[in-house]
C-alpha cells in the first residue's frame, strides 16, 4: 500500500499538465486546484480502503475533478410534476411573461427606483406599487416587504411593542419551516394574549382580555389546516367594532391572499383581500408568491395613519424590495386590473382554472410516446386521475380533479422499485419532478407547460 501511494500525483504537477491547464482556464486557478487536490484526496482513501491504485492515477485525478467542476448547478430549471402548483420547494408561483420582461428590463438598466420624474428630486421606492394595490383592494394605502412573514413581524413590531396582541387560541398557526405567530410575536416584542379554546373563541373572549396594555387584535387566517366539527371563530366584521371599542387597530393576516374570488373555478370560498379591507381591518398582510401570483413579497394595505407608521419604522429598510422584484411585481398587479384576461396571463391561476378535461387529452396525447421514451428503462406507461393541490399552505384540504401518466418500473436499468425511478427521473438534465403512489411514479400534468417540455427532458432517460 505505502508503494501504491507513492505513485499519486502532486497537484502542481496535475495543474502544470495540458488538463490542468485546461482546468485553470475553464473554472480559474482557485477553483481547479481545489478540485485536484479533493481529487488526489479521495484517491487516497480509496488505496487506503483496499482498492487497487488505477493504472494511470493522474489521468483518474483529472477526471475526478472535471467531473466535479462541471457537475451541474442544484438550482437549475425542472419540470414540477408533483400536482403541487404552487411547490414550496420547487419555488412556488412560476412569473408571467409581463413580469419577467419587466424585471429583465430593470436588471439590464438604471431604473427611477427611488428618484422622482417630475421633480428630480428624492422618490418612494413604494410607489411603483402603493397605486395599485390601493386600487385593486380598496385600502387607503399600502406598503411592501420581502415576504408575509416580514409582513407580520414589522407590522406587530410597529403596533405592539411592549404591549399585548390579542388572538384566538384557535389561530396560532404554524406554516413552514417552523415559522410559528407565538415565535413572531416575541421577536416583535409583542406579548401574546391567547383567547378562546382550540376550537371555539366567541366575542366575549376578546373583550374579556382587552385592555390598557393592548396593542391590537389580531386575527390569523388558517391557510393551511381546517378544524371541523364543534368549531366557532369570530369573524372579522364582528371583530373590527370589538376592536373599535378599546381603540386598538384589527390585523387580519390572510396568509396566502388573493385577489379574485377562485370559488367559481372550484376551490373553497377564501376571502379575497378587497373583502378583508371592506369588513374593516385596518391593516390586511398577504403573500405575493402564492396565490397572487407573482415574486416572492409582503404586503401591508389599510389605514394610511398606520401604514405612515410602519413606513416609519427602522426595520422596514431591512425588509425592503429590490427594483427586479418591484418591477416584477408591478407587472404583475397590472395585469388584475383586467378580470378578463387575468386568469389566462397569470400562470398560477391558469394552472389552478385548467379545466381536467383539457388535462386528460394532452395525458392521451403523451401516453404513447412517453411510453416509447421510457421503454428501454423497462417501464410501463398507463393513463391515470390524479388530485392536485394548491400548495404552500394555500386551500390545504382542497384538491383539483386532474389527470396523468402512471409509470410503473417493470424491471430493467428503472429496477422495479418506484423510489428507483424517480431518482432516475430527478437525475435527468432537465429534471422531472414527479409524486410516488400507490407503489407508482404518477405525472400530474396539471402544471405541464405544452407537451415539448416532458418529450425533450426524457429524451435523456434511457441509459
Not at 376551490?267 to 403573500?287: C, I
Request: charged letters at 25%; a negative charge.
Amino acid at each position: 500500500m505505502t508503494e501504491a501511494l507513492r505513485h499519486l500525483p502532486s497537484v502542481d504537477r496535475l495543474l502544470g499538465s495540458d488538463a490542468g491547464a485546461a482546468l485553470t482556464a475553464a473554472h480559474g486557478r482557485l477553483r481547479a486546484t481545489e478540485a485536484i487536490r479533493e481529487a488526489v484526496a479521495s484517491l487516497r482513501k480509496t488505496v487506503l480502503g483496499g482498492e487497487a491504485m488505477p493504472s494511470d492515477p493522474g489521468a483518474s485525478v483529472l477526471a475526478a475533478a472535471e467531473a466535479s467542476l462541471s457537475r451541474p448547478d442544484p438550482l437549475r430549471p425542472c419540470l414540477n410534476l408533483t400536482g403541487t402548483v404552487l411547490h414550496t420547494n420547487l419555488g412556488r408561483a412560476l412569473l408571467p411573461e409581463d413580469a419577467i420582461t419587466a424585471a429583465t428590463e430593470a436588471m439590464r438598466t438604471a431604473v427611477a427606483l427611488e428618484f422622482s420624474l417630475e421633480t428630480g428630486g428624492r422618490g418612494e421606492r413604494d410607489d411603483h406599487l402603493r397605486g395599485l394595490l390601493c386600487e385593486l383592494t380598496g385600502a387607503e394605502d399600502a406598503t411592501v416587504v420581502n415576504n408575509n412573514a416580514a409582513a407580520v413581524l414589522l407590522a406587530l413590531n410597529t403596533l405592539a411593542a411592549g404591549r399585548e396582541a390579542v388572538v384566538s387560541r384557535g389561530e396560532l398557526i404554524e406554516i413552514g419551516g417552523a415559522f410559528r405567530i407565538p415565535d413572531i410575536m416575541a421577536r416583535a416584542g409583542a406579548r401574546l394574549v391567547e383567547v378562546g379554546t382550540t376550537n371555539r373563541t366567541h366575542p366575549k373572549d376578546y373583550r374579556a382580555a382587552l385592555g390598557p396594555e393592548t396593542g391590537l387584535v389580531m386575527k390569523v387566517h388558517c391557510s393551511n389546516y381546517r378544524i371541523e366539527g364543534f368549531t366557532r371563530e369570530v369573524e372579522a366584521p364582528d371583530l373590527k367594532p370589538i376592536a373599535a371599542e378599546a381603540g386598538v387597530p384589527l390585523m387580519n393576516d390572510l396568509g396566502s391572499g388573493s385577489l379574485i374570488d377562485m370559488s367559481r373555478y372550484g376551490l373553497r370560498r377564501e376571502p379575497t383581500v378587497a373583502e378583508a379591507v371592506e369588513a374593516g381591518a385596518d391593516l390586511v398582510t398577504f403573500s405575493g408568491d402564492k396565490l397572487l401570483g407573482g415574486p416572492q413579497a409582503g404586503f401591508i394595505v389599510g389605514r394610511a395613519d398606520l401604514i405612515a407608521r410602519i413606513n416609519a419604522n427602522p426595520m422596514k429598510r431591512a425588509m425592503r424590495l429590490d427594483k427586479i422584484r418591484i418591477a416584477a411585481l408591478a407587472a404583475v398587479l397590472r395585469l388584475y386590473r383586467d378580470p378578463d384576461t387575468v386568469m389566462a396571463r397569470v400562470p398560477t391561476l391558469r394552472m389552478l382554472s385548467r379545466p381536467k378535461t383539457d388535462i386528460a387529452a394532452q395525458a392521451e396525447r403523451l401516453r404513447a410516446p412517453v411510453g416509447v421514451l421510457l421503454a428501454p428503462l423497462g417501464v410501463e406507461v398507463s393513463l391515470c386521475d390524479c388530485d392536485s393541490q394548491v400548495g404552500s399552505g394555500a386551500l390545504p384540504t382542497d384538491t383539483l380533479p386532474s389527470s396523468g401518466l402512471r409509470l410503473v418500473a417493470a424491471g430493467g436499468p428503472g429496477g422495479r422499485d418506484p423510489e428507483r425511478l424517480a431518482e432516475r427521473l430527478r437525475g435527468l438534465p432537465m429534471p422531472v419532478i414527479a409524486r410516488i403512489s400507490e407503489g407508482a411514479v404518477i405525472l400530474d400534468l396539471r402544471t405541464l407547460r405544452d407537451d415539448a417540455q416532458l418529450l425533450a427532458a426524457l429524451e435523456d432517460a434511457a441509459p
